[in-house]
């Protein structure tokens, strides 16, 4: 299916989660906030959120400062 990841087109398995493109396109350890067609999906469900064609997914690693 095509999905839309961080503004670029992308092609994912028919069955995939949402963890599973976290996986994919970006490191697996790395903290990350996940938006799917603008809202956001918290941390413990995203293995069993399943993407769909035309999702709109947002990917965004966080930043710390001060």
Do not use: Y
Not at 19 to 43: G, W
């Amino acid at each position: 299916m095509q999905v839309t990841i961080n503004g670029k087109s992308e092609i994912l398995s028919d069955s995939c989660t949402v963890a599973e493109a976290v996986i994919r396109f970006r490191s697996a350890d790395v903290p990350c906030a996940v938006e799917v067609n603008e809202r956001l999906v918290p941390h413990d469900k995203r293995e069993s959120i399943s993407l769909h064609a035309g999702d709109r997914i947002e990917i965004v690693t966080l930043v710390g400062g001060g």
